[in-house]
């Protein structure tokens, strides 16, 4: 199946790879609260919505011992 000319198979390569990136990011960035809100925010207006979910998923667990960054968890769930 092709969607806009490129095949199903490479869009979902790509948007699983956005995901995985924005992890990256984050952890790498959570050392500063701000700017780990600032990549949060980003990442929900960019991820499609199931990869939100995911991403939720992921941020519960991974802020489970920090609590400085239990906030970002409201960013998503309002959105």
Request: no cysteine; hydrophobic share 50%.
């Amino acid at each position: 199946m092709v969607i806009l000319g490129v095949p199903i198979k490479i869009i979902f390569i790509m948007t699983e790879s956005m995901l995985e990136y924005t992890i990256v990011v984050l952890k790498k960035v959570s050392f500063d609260t701000r700017l780990f809100y600032k990549e949060v925010k980003k990442a929900i207006s960019t991820l499609l919505p199931e990869e939100v979910e995911q991403l939720k998923i992921w941020l519960q667990q991974f802020i489970d011992d920090k609590p400085e960054l239990q906030q970002s968890l409201i960013l998503i769930t309002t959105s």
